[in-house]
């Protein structure tokens, strides 16, 4: 199928068969494709070299940033951690039909609220291939049915993925076909954001550009960040040497990452803030003090520095500028602590923790689908929880409402 219609179509079919499959199926189809991926790894790899050729020029061009060009590559590191992903998702219970709650209406008359799949969820990200894995393997073990739409800079690898996952998945007795589909075309992407009759989420990985413009192009929900604007507050009682090494860490260790921190708030009363540019500095971070602009996602060795009075400035500046994703304190001050965790409106508020670990992986979620800063139904990174939602069912005994609009029969609602 080439049409993008069609294609919408046959996944929403296959999301409605996707409703009642076991854990026994979608696990052996998760294994299936883990034992796929690792065989014919080296045949990835060498897909991957191909996309690393052709992005130099992309780079050159300005047509990419050297960020996305370090995204874009899959080395051993990577394929390790998309294999224990999967791996990850199927030791996970499975979220569909977990019973939240039961509730008598009344005497035969019993609700129930219970997790379902969302449907179809069409994922629009740039570079990162080992995407595919993630959300290929989230929405198995979740039933949902998934349209994957990857950056050009990523097509080699992206269709090598895809073509290994359904292999797998072909193989599997009595699980559903087009579950798992790739998309190359750009005008892909605009059609896609039209067929909000089979589509059910939206979910954009990439640039505040890119986010953007699917939340401005489309009536289907869009679950994601258009920005990661992330921060830490250096409290006067931070532990100076610790706090200096988390600081390098939320910054360097991958600095185009999302939740790498943009801003670094330093109280006036910091005794060593020289020391912290140093160490900053050192690590070859270049430090903007008071920029014009405290909304840039820089994506790069690049950081703000600002001083601030007292928490309650650090709580402002990061209400105001921040995009909701991840913002830490470094205290020693528990009450300061606590403000700072009340007060922050982010997805991620952390104590004396890099903006780093803000990861479904990390979270212990096997993977995700993506970090989103909504307050809808799914915040922060999410994972298999995050791509389930869910329906009413009440179970009675040929019960009419007309005996309750008159009066004559009574609601006991509670709980059971």
């Not at 060498?46 to 050729?53: I, P, S, V």
């Not at 019993?110 to 290929?136: H, M, T």
């Not at 960040?225 to 991958?254: M, N, R, W």
């Not at 990061?318 to 020693?332: P, R």
Request: net charge negative.
């Amino acid at each position: 199928m080439d049409n993008i219609k069609d294609i919408a179509k046959a996944a929403k079919n296959a999301s409605l068969e996707l409703l009642g499959m076991s854990e026994e199926i979608k696990n052996k189809a998760l294994e299936a494709m883990r034992k796929n991926l690792e065989l014919h790894k080296d045949e990835i790899f060498e897909a991957n070299k191909k996309d690393l050729d052709e992005a130099k020029a992309l780079v050159e061009s300005g047509e990419i940033t050297q960020s996305t060009y370090g995204r874009l590559k899959l080395d051993e590191n990577k394929m390790r951690d998309m294999l224990k992903g999967i791996s990850d998702v199927i030791s996970l219970e499975d979220p569909v039909n977990k019973v939240f709650w039961t509730k008598e209406l009344d005497e035969g008359l019993v609700l129930k609220k219970i997790s379902c799949p969302i449907g179809v969820i069409g994922v629009i990200f740039e570079a990162r291939p080992d995407v595919i894995s993630q959300i290929a393997s989230l929405a198995v073990k979740s039933g949902n049915a998934v349209i994957l739409k990857g950056g050009k800079e990523s097509n080699n690898t992206n269709a090598a993925i895809a073509k290994i996952i359904n292999e797998a998945l072909n193989e599997v007795e009595g699980f559903t076909k087009n579950a798992i589909n790739l998309v190359f075309k750009r005008d892909d992407i605009k059609g896609l954001l039209e067929l909000d009759e089979y589509v059910d989420l939206i979910i954009p990985r990439g640039s505040n550009k890119l986010v953007k413009y699917i939340q401005e192009n489309t009536k289907i929900p869009v679950l994601g960040h258009a920005s990661g604007i992330c921060h830490i507050f250096v409290d006067k009682t931070a532990k100076p040497e610790l706090a200096h090494k988390l600081c390098v860490d939320a910054k360097v260790q991958y600095p185009s990452a999302c939740n790498a921190v943009e801003t670094i708030l330093v109280h006036k009363d910091y005794p060593q803030l020289d020391e912290l540019k140093n160490a900053l500095k050192a690590a070859d971070v270049k430090i903007v003090e008071n920029p014009e602009d405290f909304s840039h996602e820089y994506g790069d060795k690049i950081v703000s520095l600002k001083v601030v009075n007292d928490t309650d400035e650090a709580i402002a500046h990061i209400n105001k500028y921040g995009s909701g994703h991840t913002d830490s304190i470094l205290s020693e001050d528990s009450k300061n602590v606590e403000k700072f965790m009340n007060y922050v409106d982010s997805a991620g508020v952390y104590h004396n923790v890099s903006t780093r670990f803000s990861d479904g992986f990390r979270y212990g979620f096997g993977a995700e689908v993506g970090i989103s800063t909504n307050k809808t139904h799914a915040r922060g990174p999410v994972g298999l929880d995050g791509l389930t939602i869910y329906k009413y069912k009440l179970f009675g005994s040929y019960q009419t409402v007309e005996p309750y609009a008159k009066g004559e029969k009574t609601f006991t609602h509670k709980f059971i």
